[in-house]
């Protein structure tokens, strides 16, 4: 390799690490959390049944795409959910799609070049390729496909059209033109044809995009080396044809996708003519991106236009637009290839409607190759060599904005700042911030974005099942009850909207119907452990404890890791007096959750019960140090230290108690029996006279004041 060729590999690597060093802070986003925290089908990458069919509903990224969840599964292998790998992986893809921009556009142009009289000047392709490479690899348009870690999916599938195209001009050079001859380069040629069609094989099962492909290659191949498209058939028509028949794979994966969990295709819900009247803005928009990248937005949301003009005005640019590519491809000029295969990758998302974004700008990142190419290409023929100082002072300007941009990913908190601070009106946007500021405990805020959402689409269920959620946090249960049943009146089917209207019911004490909503749950999702242990605390609370209990089991034969529900599941065998039984679950919650105060708390209640009061006492104390403000702890802990004969230590917790819980009458109870073992009779006969104001039924303190002649209040 000649030294030109060095320096151009190593500015590119070094402007594509400069621009996208920031991007290994980022957290997972949105689609990330499904599509790879969750997503079961990753976690054992040798078991290839589940890695390469990953089809679980619900519109994830990685359904019906298995090239895609194959990579994610190697990241697994590597750092498990955390996202450093999944980010240096997407940095890697980015790279080595430069690289491969630099090759093609340095060996095609150089081929055009010498089909068109001679080649120009010496080393123009080679500053050709530097220019758009450099300037593609650092553009901050291509941030959302390279830091947003799900969308991959873009990422990877250009690159497999890229080492198509590639691979195909090595294959066709006249080296070895000539496939089907027996010399070294034709052996080569063979070699590199059969990698061009691996990658375009390796692109179809990565994302659907890839569908223009074959195309894009027969007219790279009329555009270099044949003059029509029927020479180049003939030259290669068994290539062209095993291009063609990886259309086979991609049918089969886009059948057995369907529409993507009713996020896509014709049959997601979405008008067609609503969505495609969106599309010409949005093709100008991506347009208007790529020269001028500003201002970056996450999520645009739907976008609906509503104005005849708001669809005429894009509508006849594109149209122009459109024409002036079919007449470059029809005379068969470079541009004309360029511009058809901008338009060619757009297509697929353009023409296949969508329910939840109308324009994304990750669709943009092969299209934008194409759109640099042309720019440069035209500056290039111009500045001449002065291009140079021109395209490298330009990518140092963009990757400071990509860096600038990377910043943005570091959390859902400041992605969804960023994207409500340009699209306000976006629902999804405001109902995400909404989001990421709950999972901080900041619900008051959330709630506000929650209220937004809502206001902005009343029929977003989503939207009203998480400011359900908020009030419920909040503790406006009744309030949080109506928000859930507005969510399920709009999504009737939603498991989670019917246990989080479960749980706001049984909070209320409404067990009745709490309980039905936890057997809709199960009766939509079997195998949901958290309905059948909420099920099980309703059973429970009706009295129905065989039942409950049968519930509890299935929760953990469904999740053994469950703490949860061993401590439940020990509340309902401490009930029933099984204290043995009791104490191992508790145990089990334990192990799997040392930090479980309500589990040390009713280990303690149990070993007391069964005379083991040292070992209670030990418990209650670690469940004070976890959660100081246990009420029900310091009044327990006071009473197994009474047991134990410390009663003056005893007082101080019940004191304790009474500070964090005054009106809790049975506390006075056991400070009044405390006191008056310690002879301090006045101070006791006030605590039984409070235990009685505030609970008037309370008959032990009634008959202990009579025992000492005092008149009850």
């Not at 059973?539 to 949860?564: K, N, S, T, V």
Request: proline share 5%; charged share 15%; glycine share 10%.
């Amino acid at each position: 390799m000649i030294r030109p060729q060095r320096v151009a590999i190593a500015a590119i690597l070094a402007a594509g690490l400069a621009a996208y060093a920031g991007c290994f802070r980022g957290a997972f986003v949105l689609d990330d959390i499904p599509s790879i925290a969750d997503n079961p089908s990753i976690r054992n990458l040798w078991d290839l049944g589940a890695v390469l069919t990953p089809l679980r509903g619900g519109g994830l990224t990685v359904d019906g795409r298995p090239v895609l969840n194959f990579s994610f599964a190697i990241n697994y292998a590597i750092s498990g959910a955390a996202p450093w790998s999944y980010h240096l992986v997407n940095v890697g893809i980015h790279l080595a799609a430069a690289l491969t921009l630099f090759g093609l556009v340095r060996r095609a142009g150089a081929t055009v070049a010498a089909a068109r009289g001679g080649g120009g000047e010496p080393g123009r392709p080679e500053l050709l390729g530097l220019g758009v490479a450099l300037l593609w690899v650092v553009h901050p348009l291509n941030t959302g496909a390279v830091t947003y870690v799900v969308q991959r999916a873009e990422s990877l599938m250009a690159l497999f059209y890229l080492l198509t195209l590639y691979a195909f001009v090595r294959g066709a050079e006249p080296a070895g033109a000539d496939p089907s001859g027996s010399g070294a380069g034709a052996r080569r040629a063979r070699l590199w044809l059969g990698a061009s069609w691996l990658a375009c094989l390796l692109g179809m099962a990565t994302k659907e995009v890839m569908v223009s492909a074959p195309v894009a290659v027969l007219l790279l191949d009329r555009l270099c080396y044949g003059g029509s498209v029927a020479e180049a058939w003939r030259r290669r028509k068994g290539y062209h044809v095993a291009l063609a028949a990886t259309w086979v794979l991609l049918a089969a994966l886009v059948l057995r996708a369907g529409s993507r969990g009713g996020t896509s295709a014709f049959g997601s819900g979405v008008s067609v003519w609503r969505y495609w009247a969106t599309q010409p803005a949005a093709i100008l928009g991506y347009l208007k991106l790529a020269v001028w990248p500003h201002p970056l937005v996450f999520d645009y949301g739907t976008g609906w236009v509503t104005r005849p003009m708001a669809v005429v005005v894009p509508l006849l640019a594109v149209t122009v637009l459109a024409a002036m590519a079919v007449i470059g491809l029809v005379r068969n000029r470079p541009w004309g290839y360029l511009a058809f295969c901008c338009f060619a990758v757009l297509a697929p998302t353009s023409v296949i409607p969508g329910n939840r974004q109308t324009m994304a700008e990750q669709r943009m990142y092969l299209a934008l190759a194409a759109v640099i190419v042309l720019v440069v290409g035209a500056a290039g023929s111009r500045l001449g060599r002065r291009g140079v100082a021109v395209f490298l002072a330009l990518s140092v300007g963009l990757g400071a904005l990509t860096a600038r941009r990377n910043e943005d990913y570091r959390s859902e908190l400041t992605l969804y700042r960023d994207t409500v601070a340009k699209r306000p009106e976006n629902a999804f946007a405001q109902c995400n911030l909404g989001t990421a500021l709950f999972s901080l405990g900041r619900t008051r805020e959330a709630a506000a974005r929650y209220e937004e959402a809502v206001r902005l689409a009343p029929d977003y269920a989503a939207a009203q099942d998480n400011l359900g959620n908020a009030l419920l946090r909040l503790g406006q249960v009744r309030e949080a009850v109506d928000r859930f049943e507005r969510a399920l009146a709009l999504r009737p089917d939603d498991a989670a909207a019917h246990n989080n209207l479960g749980s706001a019911l049984f909070l209320l004490g409404r067990t009745a119907p709490a309980i039905s909503e936890f057997e809709q749950v199960l009766r939509l999702t079997p195998a949901d452990a958290e309905a059948h242990n909420n099920l099980a605390n309703a059973l429970a609370q009706d009295g129905r404890l065989g039942e409950a209990m049968a519930h509890y089991e299935a929760a953990l034969r469904i999740d053994p890791r469950y703490a949860a529900a061993h401590n439940d599941l020990g509340n309902a065998l401490a009930q029933s007096d099984r204290l043995t039984e009791a104490i191992a679950h508790y145990a089990a919650a334990l192990r799997l959750n040392p930090g479980y105060a309500e589990a040390h708390f009713n280990l303690g209640n149990a070993l007391v019960r069964l005379g083991r009061v040292p070992e209670g006492v030990e418990h209650y104390r670690e469940a004070l140090r976890l959660a100081p403000d246990y009420a029900a702890a310091e009044h327990n802990l006071g009473n197994a230290l009474v047991r134990l004969g410390q009663v003056a230590e005893a007082i101080t917790h019940y004191e304790t108690a009474l500070r964090l819980d005054p009106g809790a009458a049975g506390v006075h109870y056991s400070l009044a029996n405390a006191l008056l073992r310690l002879g301090r009779r006045d101070e006791a006969v006030a605590h039984y006279r409070e235990a009685l104001r505030l609970a008037p039924d309370f008959r032990p303190a009634r008959e202990v004041l009579l025992r000492l002649n005092v008149t009850p209040p």
